[in-house]
Antibody
């Protein structure tokens, strides 16, 4: 069964850091592009970043470039999102998703269940 | 690149829901659709404009023409009530773009 499970969310103060993890099972992570997407409370979906199967290609949304870093460890079947300089507007549920289209044709299936990040003093 | 979706659509059970996603020359892009029920993660219902992932009923169909992509849900059921998002990849900005979402209400 193909599954993604995020972890690492929680409450953090503005300016703080957090590292999210996404554990994949039921498929070989190294065969796929992967992506992070978030959803602020009561809002729509916002794409954040995707990473190629080998990690050689990475793109970020303007809202997180320079603050967030996507990475992967294919040997551990895991995807990560290092989030620095967090702001209140980063408060959201963060989803990882498998990218079935790859560069230029990205679409996502499945998605993890999400992990909540709350940035507040 | 901006994708425009109506905030809400209502349909009676058994009817047909037509959800639109507007974008400049969107016909030149691959459009993907996701369903998100309250408290759950999104689920893909249409990819590459009109393909259905395994397990998605044939009642869900998609099309893409000129400046509007469309998700059509036939014989709507109460369980189809959800938020629906369209998504494309924009080569100009090298960004993935989501529409703002449409809340489908089954009356």
């Amino acid at each position: 069964q193909v599954q993604l499970v995020e972890s690492g969310g929680g409450l953090v103060k503005p300016g703080g850091s957090l590292r999210l993890s996404c554990a994949a099972s039921g498929f070989t992570l190294g065969d796929y592009y992967m992506t992070w997407i978030r959803q602020a409370p009561g809002k729509g979906l916002e794409w954040l970043s995707y990473i190629s199967s080998t990690g050689s290609t990475i793109y970020y949304a303007d809202s997180v470039r320079g603050r967030f870093t996507i990475s992967r460890d294919n040997a551990k079947n895991s995807l990560y999102l290092q989030m620095n300089s967090l702001r209140a507007e980063d408060t959201a549920v963060y989803y990882c998703a498998r990218d079935l289209g790859g560069n230029c044709c990205n679409w996502f299936d499945p998605w993890g269940q999400g992990t909540l990040v709350t940035v507040s003093s | 690149y901006v994708l425009t979706q109506p905030p809400s659509v209502s349909v009676a059970p058994g009817g047909t829901a037509i959800l639109t996603c507007g974008g400049n020359n969107i016909r030149n892009k691959n459009v993907h659709w996701y369903q998100q029920k309250p408290g759950q993660a999104p689920v893909s219902v249409i990819y590459y404009n009109s393909d259905r992932p395994s397990g998605i009923p044939e009642r869900f169909s998609g099309s893409n023409s000129w400046n509007t992509a469309t998700l059509t849900i036939s014989r709507v059921e109460a369980g189809d009530e959800a938020d629906y998002y369209c998504q494309v990849w924009d080569g100009g900005s090298i960004h993935v773009i989501f529409g703002g979402g449409t809340k489908l209400t089954v009356l």
